[in-house]
């Protein structure tokens, strides 16, 4: 059953892969976001999520099911921290199954481009030269 979730805390992908898994599945495609210590021609510091909670987890859910429906996979979820987070932290991640590998890799990727156009999770960038900034949806989609 597709699950999304927004976690404060760092989280285990094989966890969540194991998660996933059943006799059906044949194919498995992820997608791991990191924070980098760049964007947009500056250095980046580290930088803070905020997420409206309930319309985030509305929309978040509303993203797999749509993947569900659209593509011929088994299952899917979808964890995003909010917080604060350090470069090189695990910020998002994805994780689809399917029968076959083409269904898994094409939801993946629609999944991870709709959660960042479309569930309201503000990324505040923290600058190395003491400016901070809010980016949403993600610039570089």
Do not use: Q
Not at 84 to 102: K, S
């Amino acid at each position: 059953m597709p699950e999304f979730r927004l976690s404060k805390t760092p989280f285990d992908t094989a966890t969540l892969r194991s998660d996933l898994l059943d006799e059906r599945v044949g194919g498995y495609a992820s997608f791991e976001g990191w924070v980098r210590n760049h964007n947009e021609g500056r250095d980046v510091g580290g930088l803070r999520y905020e997420a409206h909670e309930a319309l985030a987890l509305a929309e978040g859910r509303r993203v797999l099911d749509e993947a569900m429906a659209r593509f011929d996979i088994i299952d899917t979820h979808c964890v995003h921290r909010v917080g604060d987070l350090a470069i090189g932290e695990l910020a998002v991640w994805v994780g689809v199954t399917a029968a076959h590998r083409d269904a898994a890799f094409a939801a993946c990727r629609f999944v991870i481009d709709e959660v960042k156009a479309r569930v309201p999770i503000w990324k505040h960038e923290r600058y190395c030269d003491g400016d901070a900034g809010w980016l949403h949806p993600a610039p570089d989609r």
